[in-house]
């Protein structure tokens, strides 16, 4: 199922209203994390998949990036990017990420941030991305963390006085679709835990570098102090894998 709720305008207006819409990278509370694994981009040729309002393309670029394609579903989110984007080397093109369709090794590098979630077969796209990477290629991508994504209720538990007490945890084993709201409601996700994520990389043909699951930076918390939720439990996890 190719969900597009970034082209719904209630949605969309209040995705651009989130501080990783206004400010970009510095505005994701992951993005430390991520920015110390990217790796060196150097004449490289880029692909990023689910590339929104395409920040994580134009940082690609200027850490000199040969070539940068960003990938998105979103009519809305690609015209956003277009705007945002001046250089020539970057380009755009609107696809679901399920139907992505590359030459064998085009790529040296294959980002993707927090899209995988809104796809069905992690596996599949695994399979395309490995063959789309040249060997030795990076695969490097962020999802909501499976603790996140394993209730269709993505919410803390709350005290009568509406302070948050504890993160619930229920059917974690049962992977699968998720009616969630995320902005508005029914916002469709899929839930797959930790293993599968690594598993699945591993028989497509990877080599796993490294796994984090971030919080966020020291100098996030103090500037948003409700931000310290954050770090009673992952929200975000963060794969590094190379093509064998």
């Known amino acids: 199922m190719k969900q597009n709720k970034y082209d719904v305008e ?33 004449d490289k040729k880029v692909l990023d998949l689910g590339c929104g309002f395409g920040w994580h393309c134009q940082f ?11 990938v998105d579903i979103s009519e809305k989110m690609l015209e956003k990017a277009r705007e945002k984007t001046k250089d ?3 380009s755009y093109i609107q696809m679901p990420i399920e139907d992505i369709d590359f030459k064998k ?18 596996e599949e796209v695994a399979k395309k991305v490995c063959s789309f990477l040249k060997p030795g290629g990076t695969f490097l991508f962020s999802v909501e963390h499976p603790i996140f994504t394993s209730r269709n209720e993505q919410d803390w538990y709350y005290d009568n006085d509406g302070h948050p007490m504890h993160w619930p945890i229920n059917h974690y084993q049962e992977e699968g679709i998720r009616h969630t709201s ?22 497509t043909g990877f080599t796993i570098n490294a796994v984090k699951e971030p919080m966020p930076s020291d100098e996030m918390l103090e500037s948003i102090p409700e931000m310290v939720h954050e770090t009673r439990r ?8 190379e093509k064998n």
């Open 10 to 42: 209630k949605f969309f207006s209040a995705y651009e209203q989130m501080p990783r819409s206004i400010k970009g990278l510095e505005g994701a509370g992951e993005w430390h994390v991520l920015k110390a694994l990217m790796p060196d981009m150097k």
């Open 60 to 70: 690609a670029h200027e850490q000199g990036a040969r070539s940068v394609i960003g």
């Open 88 to 90: 020539l080397s970057i």
């Open 105 to 122: 090794s085009e790529f040296d590098v294959v980002i993707s941030s927090l899209a995988f979630h809104y796809i069905k077969s992690f």
């Open 182 to 203: 995320f902005l508005t409601e029914d916002v469709i996700k899929y839930h797959r835990t930790i293993s599968t994520y690594m598993n699945d990389l591993i028989r």
């Open 234 to 241: 992952p929200m975000f996890l963060i794969i590094l894998a």
